[in-house]
């Protein structure tokens, strides 16, 4: 079945310092979408990708979806204590059917 | 803003009970999501149910558990007998077309067996 893997599990910053989340599918996706969990909360939508090369930007956070769509990232340039949180991606396959990543603790240090 | 309500928030049980947990989706919504979240294991898909047929259950174990859609507007996950593994925290998710368009999630149900 379809697998998606999310890498790293956690990652520890400095605030202000940049950071990434990496998401990689075992087969192509018509769509990936990226969520954010927050301590103690539950996992919120930021954002869909669907075409191919797609990158969409919401303020400090950049979205790309590769060429062969089997891949994401996640990028948040100059983090800040708000960013805390997990970030899922969840990638939909022929299925129609959502896998979700392991997902990527964040932890800002101030 | 419409929201996807489950209850109870928490739940405390002694192993061997059963235990009912119950979804609303957002109205409108045809596709329901029940997964569980461990430290361990991430988020775990249960159940999905898409016009209130349930289309995937694979993930959940057969034997105890148990996902009904009774009408549009409930879904329940049920455990008989609970055990101690079971503890964890459990999401319904609502969307309105499977794939496709954002998942809303619930609050979740913190469940601890004992």
């Known amino acids: 079945g379809q697998q998606v893997m999310q890498i790293p599990q956690y990652q520890h910053v400095q605030e202000g310092e940049d950071f990434t989340t990496y998401c990689n599918s075992s087969t192509t996706l018509s769509n990936i979408q990226w969520y954010k969990q927050r301590p103690g909360g539950h996992p919120v939508f930021l954002i869909q990708?669907?075409?191919?090369?797609e990158v969409k930007k919401q303020k400090r956070l950049t979205f790309q979806f590769g060429e062969a769509k089997k891949n994401s990232s996640l990028h948040i340039t100059a983090t800040q204590t708000t960013d805390v949180g997990t970030y899922f991606c969840?990638?939909?396959?022929?299925?129609?059917?959502?896998?979700f990543g392991s997902g990527t603790q964040l932890t800002v240090l101030p | 803003d419409a929201r996807v309500t489950q209850t109870p928030r928490h739940k405390v049980t002694e192993m061997g009970q059963e235990v009912t947990m119950r979804c609303q989706p957002i109205?409108?919504?045809?596709?329901v999501f029940w997964y569980r979240q461990t430290m361990m294991q991430g988020l775990e898909l249960l159940a999905y149910?898409?016009?209130?047929?349930?289309?995937?259950d694979s993930g959940m174990p057969k034997d105890r558990f148990s996902a009904e859609m009774p009408d549009a507007t409930l879904a329940t996950l049920k455990i008989q007998p609970s055990e101690p593994r079971d503890s964890a925290v459990y999401f319904c998710a609502s969307g309105i077309q499977a794939g496709d368009s954002p998942l809303h999630f619930g609050n979740g149900t913190r469940l601890t067996v004992t």
């Open positions: 990708l669907v075409k191919s090369g």
């Open positions: 149910f898409r016009n209130r047929a349930p289309l995937d």
């Open positions: 109205l409108g919504h045809n596709t």
């Open positions: 969840a990638g939909s396959g022929s299925a129609r059917q959502l896998t």
